[in-house]
Antibody
Framework: QVQLVQSGAEVKKPGASVRVSCKASGYPFTSHGITWVRQAPGQGLEWVGWVYPYNGNRKYAQKLQGRVTMTTDTSTNTAYMELDSLISDDTAVYYC???????????WGQGTLVTVSS | QSMLTQPPSVSGAPGQRVTFSCTGS?????????VHWYQQPPGTAPKLLIYNNINRPSGVPDRFSGSKSGTSASLAITGLQAEDEADYYCQSYDTGLDGWVFGGGTKLTVL
């Protein structure tokens, strides 16, 4: 079965960077994209961006352009999302999800809480 | 402020039918982009409920149905059950943002 297992919770200071990993299993890793979505405490879902492992294509949300980088490692079937210059508004649960390629996701990771606090 | 507008809350008694609205614009739903719906029970990750406006992934009961018309979409649940209590989000693509957009979410309370 499709599984996406994310790395553990992180606590970072403002201005620092964070990298969240997402290990996929149960399907050919290069056959689907990986999308990242975040959810601030008590708030709704916000699209962060996507990356396609088979060709490295990626697209990021305009408000995060310049601070977010998404990569994949096809040797370990793992996707990564790195967010730089963290601010308190980046505090959220970050989800990775499998992307079939038609502007949606069909399987989600368990989420990773990133807390930005001085 | 979300590009897709959803009412903050909906409630219904067990067995009843409830509907969720998702209102967009000419740059997303009205531009013929598909709408997808996700269910998020408290404290858990979201789950795909309806994709491409009307389709149910395997395992989703036929009590759940979706529709789309013009710049809006709707989700309906019939035979409401206590386990349906969750937040429901619509999602589409927006040409102005050149990215995905989510509605603000609707919280379903089963009375």
């Amino acid at each position: 079965q499709v599984q996406l297992v994310q790395s553990g919770a992180e606590v970072k200071k403002p201005g620092a960077s964070v990298r969240v990993s997402c290990k996929a299993s149960g399907y050919p890793f290069t056959s689907h994209g990986i999308t990242w979505v975040r959810q601030a405490p008590g708030q709704g879902l916000e699209w962060v961006g996507w990356v396609y492992p088979y060709n490295g294509n990626r697209k990021y949300a305009q408000k995060l352009q310049g601070r977010v980088t998404m990569t994949t490692d096809t040797s370990t079937n793992t996707a990564y999302m790195e967010l730089d210059s963290l601010i308190s508004d980046d505090t959220a649960v970050y989800y990775c999800a499998r992307d079939p390629g038609d502007n949606r996701v069909d399987h989600w990771g368990q989420g990773t809480l990133v807390t930005v606090s001085s | 402020q979300s590009m897709l507008t959803q009412p903050p809350s909906v409630s219904g008694a067990p067995g009843q039918r409830v509907t969720f609205s998702c209102t967009g614009s000419s740059s997303n739903i009205g531009a013929n982009y598909d709408v997808h719906w996700y269910q998020q029970p408290p404290g858990t990750a979201p789950k795909l409920l309806i994709y491409n406006n009307i389709n149910r992934p395997s395992g989703v009961p036929d009590r759940f149905s979706g529709s789309k018309s013009g710049t809006s979409a709707s989700l309906a649940i019939t035979g409401l059950q206590a386990e349906d209590e969750a937040d429901y989000y619509c999602q589409s693509y927006d040409t102005g943002l050149d990215g995905w957009v989510f509605g603000g979410g609707t919280k379903l309370t089963v009375l």
